[in-house]
């Protein structure tokens, strides 16, 4: 069992499509990750969020675009995606404002699929 | 940028070998974790190192962080089936909440 709730576990959508993914957690954690993770390769970071605000992008292309509503929640706003941005998406979540020190639990993923 | 590379990359051992994974740095971390991803899972978190030689274990895992924080690795002894998976190490450099996620080894274990 994951403490960090991913939706939904599958997502298949056309290049044209606008959908969301979304993650919450209710551990009181304050930092939030979205993570890319192709097959057989290691999480990729793409954000995060600390006290609510974006602290990190990794150069992410804007058809990404994430959103922090609160303290428990992380969405991740998809649009005009490539057949190459399909892979599993891992949202993660730590205590306090940064990871140092701190473990990272992650969500069990979307598996997105860019048709 | 940072690189975290991590051998070997795949490892097939017998049931009851020891296992070794090896996790190298191009640059000084300020901590390291240690992750279990099973086949069709997600990274579970499993340790983090912190100091210069620091040395943790848990049960048959023994994680080892390198004096110069350059390098880590994990071993487990008397490997079990429970143990297949995709290991990796993710190092954190200075105060940034970024950690660079190693290659991964992933770990066989035939009964």
């Known amino acids: 069992d994951t403490e960090v709730t991913q939706t939904p576990k599958h997502l298949v959508m056309g290049m044209t499509n606008k959908k969301s993914l979304k993650c919450e957690q209710h551990?009181?954690?304050?930092?939030m990750y979205w993570y890319k993770q192709k097959a057989k390769k290691p999480p990729e970071l793409m954000f995060v969020?600390?006290?609510?605000?974006?602290?990190i992008n990794e150069s992410v292309p804007s058809r990404f675009s994430p959103e922090c509503p609160n303290s428990s929640l992380l969405n991740l706003h998809l649009h005009a995606l490539q057949p190459e941005d399909s892979a599993l998406y891992l949202c993660?979540?730590?205590?306090?404002?940064?990871?140092?020190?701190?473990?990272?639990?992650f969500g069990d993923g979307t598996r997105l699929s860019i048709l | 940028g940072q690189q975290v590379m991590q051998i070997p990359q795949y490892q097939h051992v017998q049931e009851g070998e020891d296992f070794t994974t090896y996790c190298n740095s191009s640059?000084?971390?300020?901590?390291i974790q240690w992750y279990k991803q099973r086949p069709g899972g997600h990274p579970v978190f499993l340790i983090q190192?912190?100091?210069?030689?620091e040395v943790k274990k848990q049960k048959r895992l023994t994680f080892q962080f390198g004096e110069a924080k350059k390098n880590s690795s994990l071993h487990i002894t008397a490997t079990q089936t429970t143990d297949v998976g995709t290991y990796f190490c993710?190092?954190?450099?200075?105060?940034?909440?970024?950690?660079?996620f190693g290659s991964g080894t992933k770990l066989n274990v035939k009964p």
């Open positions: 993660a979540s730590s205590q306090e404002g940064g990871a140092r020190n701190q473990p990272q639990h």
């Open positions: 969020y600390s006290y609510e605000k974006l602290s």
């Open positions: 190192l912190v100091k210069s030689g």
């Open positions: 640059t000084t971390l300020s901590n």
């Open positions: 993710a190092g954190l450099r200075g105060n940034f909440n970024k950690f660079y």
């Open positions: 551990m009181g954690h304050r930092a």
